[in-house]
């Protein structure tokens, strides 16, 4: 007999997540704006885990408790967005008393495809961040985002003419924009948070060079380090270039060279040795990455401690 899988379902159309969600059927086949509050909430094993084939932002209003954030949890009082794109899997748990409440638009790539946007939402981070990285608002922004939300529910409910995709299209771009804006206060705000996670990022660089695994396997992928720390590999750069200036990779490479420099100084072992140790294929590529960094070839770099 067939195993059972529990594969997501996946939400082909915005009319097919309206079906589900017993909503009236869309006004607009390509772009929806759903007020939460006229969602039924499902408990259906089916609609446990989800993908969407369309774009989601969705920011939901008195959001009260607790939510993960990294390696620690936070309370927070004010409104929370989250962000999702085309493909991906969204596992929930609904508690069966949970009162929905907020905006969420929706938006099909097919309706951005001709446009600029349709080229450059893939730049906006946070559509890859994961779900407890949620964009918290404070009440003033939260009735920006709102309004704009409801600018656009009132664009598609009036009139279609030859210029509307177009100011909907606008104001999904204002939208994005202000998140973006949104997102780089929430580091600098949760700086302290940003802080703690920077520090267990060095932590765990420090025992990845000094320990056997450089040489095992190669150089940590910034994949490899958002793994450790819990968080997508884009907040990461993201929240690193906001506390640090410098990216992920930036850093990875940073403890290369301050390894590489340790054993130059330390030891003997010809820079092929050092090379192997540090995880390089080839002394080559170990030679041209530490001379770009220190604008000096490793021999003399340790010719000038001799």
């Not at 990294?70 to 999702?84: I, K, R």
């Not at 990875?252 to 090379?275: D, F, G, Q, R, Y």
Request: hydrophobic letters at 35%; one cysteine or more.
């Amino acid at each position: 007999m067939k195993k059972a899988t529990n594969l997501p379902y996946v939400f082909e159309s915005i009319s097919d997540l309206h079906r589900v969600l017993e909503l009236p059927k869309p006004e607009h086949p390509l772009v929806s704006v759903v007020n939460m509050e006229n969602i039924k909430c499902h408990f259906d094993d089916r609609f446990k885990s989800v993908v969407y084939n369309f774009y989601s932002i969705c920011i939901k209003k008195n959001f009260k408790g607790t939510m993960r954030y990294g390696q620690s949890y936070y309370d927070f009082d004010e409104g929370t967005m989250t962000f999702f794109s085309p493909g991906q899997v969204i596992s929930t748990i609904v508690e069966e008393d949970i009162a929905l409440n907020g905006y969420w638009l929706i938006l099909h790539p097919d309706f951005i495809r001709n446009y600029p946007l349709g080229k450059n939402i893939k730049n906006f981070g946070y559509f890859s961040y994961a779900t407890n990285e949620a964009l918290h608002l404070s009440e003033k922004e939260e009735a920006m985002i709102t309004g704009i939300m409801k600018d656009i529910e009132h664009e598609y409910r009036s009139v279609i003419d030859s210029f509307s995709q177009d100011v909907i299209v606008s104001q999904s771009e204002l939208l994005l924009n202000y998140c973006n804006r949104f997102y780089n206060r929430q580091f600098i705000t949760r700086k302290n948070a940003s802080n703690d996670l920077l520090l267990k990022m060095e932590e765990i660089l420090g025992d990845y060079f000094n320990g056997e695994k450089v040489a095992q396997f190669g150089l940590p992928s910034v994949h490899y380090l958002a793994e450790q720390l819990n968080i997508s590999p884009n907040y990461l750069s993201d929240m690193l270039r906001n506390l640090t200036g410098q990216n992920a990779q930036q850093h990875i490479h940073n403890k290369l060279i301050e390894k590489a420099k340790e054993i130059l100084t330390t030891t003997n072992n010809s820079v092929s040795e050092i090379a192997y140790q540090l995880g390089f294929e080839y002394p080559q590529s170990f030679s041209k990455l530490f001379k770009s960094k220190t604008n000096v070839s490793p021999l003399a770099f340790r010719s000038s401690f001799n």
